[in-house]
């Protein structure tokens, strides 16, 4: 079974900062290589998930939406499916709910931002970012 869980989610003033953590399992059984990990967020009311930066397992690539581009980071920890999301200068519009997803043989031109490339989804983790 494929499972990934987000943490680090909460509230913070604007210009703080929050390190989220995704914990991927069984990504390694599928028989297939699944090297594009990724942070989505969908913002409060909103339908429409938005990718927000990918990290390539396999070459250590990594991809940012403009939006966040020179204020977040994403990283890989000890484990292979351990990925975190460095997050500075937030902003009220980086409040929302954000995923982890896997997905992708590798984070390739168009596919790491496709929402559907991507196969396995946490449950999220809540960001809001308020005076």
């Known amino acids: 079974e494929v499972r990934l869980v987000e943490s680090g989610g909460g509230s913070v003033q604007p210009g703080g900062s929050l390190r989220l953590s995704c914990v991927a399992s069984g990504l390694s059984g599928l028989g297939a290589s699944r090297n594009c990990m990724a942070w989505f967020r969908q913002a409060p009311g909103k339908e429409g998930r938005e990718v927000v930066a990918?990290?390539?397992?396999?070459?250590?690539?990594?991809h940012y939406a403009e939006s966040v581009k020179e204020r977040f980071n994403i990283s890989q920890g000890e484990a292979e499916h351990t990925v975190f999301l460095q997050t500075t200068g937030l902003t009220p519009d980086d409040s929302g709910t954000y995923y982890c997803a896997a997905g992708p043989p590798k984070c390739g031109r168009w596919l790491w931002g496709n929402r559907n490339e991507y196969n396995y989804w946490g449950q999220g983790t809540q960001v809001t970012v308020s005076s």
């Open positions: 990918a990290f390539d397992i396999y070459d250590h690539t990594t």
